[in-house]
């Protein structure tokens, strides 16, 4: 066809009712998208230098322009919302494509590299970048350019080493970021491993493709390649449109009547979402949300799938939707809640001329389930479809638009709306041939997560199978979880789907294996329990040890023969005074080693002690002494007189009256398991502080079991903080005692001060 000249085409234009004008040194035109045709577009870049020329510097008025080269448009929607997170996070791989297939054969390099230039000239936004313009981004399309594929000969390398070599380049080439200021948004490497083999590698960054483009661009470079191996010219039809026209109708249709419609659906459909989904990490979750992630894949059963699919017909719901129903369970399970909320991607090409087009479509849904009062999985099946359903007749409003017209609660640790995202494909891969090449469809990840975790199930690439393709941010999970998690999906699906009668909630979800080592395995920890106080134990190792410091407290120190000897003087004086078992006797001590010694006193009377924080009021102490009917206390001296009236004896353990070093001064008395050991008592948030007993069972059950975990020993140190009326403290007291540790017992000033703590911790060099 000859090029009409720079005349007859303003004419033309002039009929077409296209308004045409210089700006600098750029060609404006305004038509509709109708008008501007492939054929048209064609001459208007073949003219433009002539008519730029014809026209000089005519004025005209700034109003949309189209998408020739050096032209710029605006962003649709869901580019802004990643350009915005590449200002957040720039240089990140999470929003990178990467495709890479295993070609056998002899490979055409002319015919390959021919084929993607023509398909890069083909599609504008192959050739695009971002700037800003009037402090707003925009995209500029670059004219078309040589092309040329990055080759890598790896032939070299030796054969053993060649597959994890070749594995490392294509990881890292997916992992590579895109400058989106700059671009170009798409790069195509080759690596040849052998003399028929090779390794085609494009990435594509996803705010200038999705999905349905990558299988577009395969689908058209098929094309080319055959036809320019025959030596023939290419036969895909003109393109109806471009991306950038594509991204004007966004932003006309988002200023019409049907928006209002569809965003007062989602604003009800939304309305009161505040509430996170609560997943249990494997780590806390960052302030800041990061992008680091990894692949879980998984065979989904065909057998399943079959079944999956049987029963969607039998309760007149879609595959999707009764998948999705499986995985909202397990999320409502894993996480406690019954409001679920997640987001699912969908191609949103609802026009013809949108099909056949490279670019951004995708949008993404969000899907929020009610699963309250533990529904059968059936009722919940007709729950999920009236979200799916609704969402789908109102898929045209974007993501970004929702979140900016909803403001929801943003946190820089965690998306907005949904954390989790969930997608279904059930079309079979078209196998795609070269000729005389046999191809192989690799699967590469670019080691990034867009969401706390996404689960794709479809089909696996390799015949008929499916798989489930867990992506997930490894901040926050392990690659144990999440296999756990997907084993735990496909037995519910098995057994919701052969039974959807049952409760959501009673749908079994642990496979026979797992229910055994939780209920069997992890619970055989029966081992003897000694029969004895806990003050027996400390005495049996104050006689293998006896010389070994026991206790330490600020400058002070006791031995085991030290300790052991003055808590059995004074429990032979406190048996004098009627202690035994089942008497308490209130303890009333600064931190100190006369504190200790009080402690093992009363234990090895038999008594059980109940403490008494001296910084208490007078009034809860005067309860506790009144509610305990203790008939002895032992305190401190200087204590005294901060002591509530009373009748019971009082003991003074720095003004001992009692023998302590008399050989055969006192034994420890035996007690049974039932007996107490010591009483503390509640806060009394909730009314009356109540005391509460602990036996010696209790109390010897736990040290006994903590003993025989490795790690304590007698060449430790253990610091003890913990006030004595706090459960916590008979296991920084005790345990080190009975297997020959060090107790370092912390000022009470130590314990309130950090830097004091951590100097004791230093210089006593506690483990």
């Known amino acids: ?417 949904f954390q989790v995202l969930f997608a279904f494909q059930n079309i079979p891969h078209e196998n795609f041939r070269l000729p005389g090449l046999t191809l192989e469809r690799l699967i590469l990840h670019s080691g990034a997560a867009q969401a706390d975790l996404s689960l794709h199930v479809g089909r696996d690439g390799e015949g008929d199978g499916y798989a489930l393709a867990f992506e997930y941010n490894t901040d926050l999970f392990d690659g144990a979880t999440i296999h756990a998690m997907g084993e735990h999906f496909l037995k519910l699906t098995g057994e919701a789907v052969d039974d959807p009668s049952q409760h959501i909630l009673d749908v079994p979800m642990l496979s026979e294996e797992e229910l055994h080592r939780l209920l069997v395995e992890w619970n055989a920890t029966d081992a003897p329990l000694p029969q004895v106080g806990v003050h027996e134990l400390i005495g049996a190792q104050a006689r293998r040890t006896p010389d070994a410091v026991a206790v330490v407290f600020e400058d002070l120190s006791m031995t085991y023969a030290e300790l052991h000897g003055r808590s059995l003087a004074l429990a032979a004086h406190l048996r004098s005074l009627g202690v035994g078992p089942g008497v308490f006797v209130a303890l009333c001590a600064d931190r100190s080693l006369d504190m200790f010694v009080g402690l093992l006193g009363i234990l090895n009377a038999g008594g059980a002690y109940v403490p008494l924080d001296p910084a208490y009021p007078a009034d809860r102490l005067a309860h506790m002494l009144e509610d305990a009917g203790c008939p002895v206390v032992v305190t401190q001296s200087h204590l005294r007189q901060a002591l509530p009236a009373t009748d019971a004896r009082v003991v003074m353990l720095d003004e001992a009256p009692w023998p302590e070093s008399e050989e055969g001064a006192g034994t420890a008395e035996a007690v049974g398991g039932d007996d107490p050991a010591y009483a503390i008592f509640t806060s009394g948030s909730t009314g009356r502080p109540k005391g509460v007993q602990v036996p010696h069972r209790a109390l010897v059950n736990l040290l006994a079991s903590m003993a025989r975990a490795p790690g304590l020993g007698p060449d430790d140190t253990l610091l003890a903080v913990t006030t004595l009326s706090f459960d916590i403290a008979g296991l920084e007291l005790y345990l080190p005692l009975i297997v020959g540790a060090r107790v370092v017992l912390a000022s009470r000033e130590a314990a309130l001060d950090p830097a004091r703590l951590a100097a004791l911790i230093e210089r006593e060099r506690v483990t």
């Open 1 to 417: 066809m000859t090029p009409l000249s720079p005349t007859a085409l303003l004419a033309r234009l002039r009929d077409l009712d296209v308004k045409i004008w210089v700006e600098g040194e750029r060609l404006r035109i305004n038509a509709p998208t109708d008008v501007l045709t492939p054929e048209l577009r064609a001459e208007l870049t073949a003219g433009k230098a002539a008519l730029i020329e014809m026209l000089g510097h005519a004025p005209g008025v700034a109003v949309a322009e189209s998408s020739l080269d050096g032209a710029t448009a605006p962003l649709s929607f869901s580019q802004q919302r990643l350009w915005f997170l590449d200002q957040l996070r720039p240089n990140s791989p999470e929003y990178n494509i990467p495709g890479a297939t295993r070609i056998v054969g002899a490979l055409n390099h002319e015919a390959l590299e021919r084929a993607i230039a023509a398909i890069i000239e083909r599609h504008d936004v192959l050739r695009t970048h971002f700037a800003m313009v009037d402090g707003a981004p925009v995209q500029v399309v670059e004219p078309p350019r040589a092309f040329r594929v990055t080759v890598h000969d790896l032939r070299e390398l030796p054969e053993s080493d060649r597959d994890r070599h070749v594995r490392e380049l294509l990881l890292a080439e997916a992992a590579r970021s895109f400058d989106l200021a700059r671009g170009p948004l798409f790069r195509a490497t080759v690596y040849r491993v052998g003399d028929e083999e090779h390794i085609v590698m494009l990435v594509l960054h996803h705010s200038v493709g999705d999905g349905w483009s990558g299988w577009i661009f395969i689908q058209e470079l098929v094309a080319l390649y055959t036809a320019f191996v025959r030596g023939e010219p290419s036969s895909l039809p003109p393109l109806p449109m471009q991306y950038a026209d594509f991204a004007r109708w966004q932003r006309q249709w988002m200023e019409g009547d049907a928006l209002k419609a569809d965003l007062e659906y989602w604003t009800g459909q939304l309305e009161g979402l505040n509430e996170a989904l609560e997943l249990p990490t494997d780590r806390p979750r960052p302030p800041v949300q990061t992008s680091n992630g990894a692949l879980e894949k998984m065979v989904f059963p065909t057998e399943l799938m079959e079944r999956v699919e049987a029963a969607s017909r039998r309760e007149g719901v879609t595959p999707f939707m009764m998948l999705l129903a499986a995985f909202t369970t397990v999320l409502a399970r894993y996480s406690g809640q019954d409001d679920i909320t997640l987001g699912t991607p969908i191609a949103n090409r609802t026009r013809v001329d949108f099909e056949s087009l490279i670019g951004l479509f995708a949008n993404t849904l969000v899907l929020r389930t009610d699963l309250s009062g533990n529904p059968p999985f059936r009722e919940l099946l007709q729950r999920v479809r009236e979200v799916a359903l609704g969402a789908y007749a109102h898929q045209d409003v974007p993501f970004e638009k929702l979140v900016e017209v909803l403001h929801p609660a943003r946190e820089m640790s965690r998306a907005p709306l």
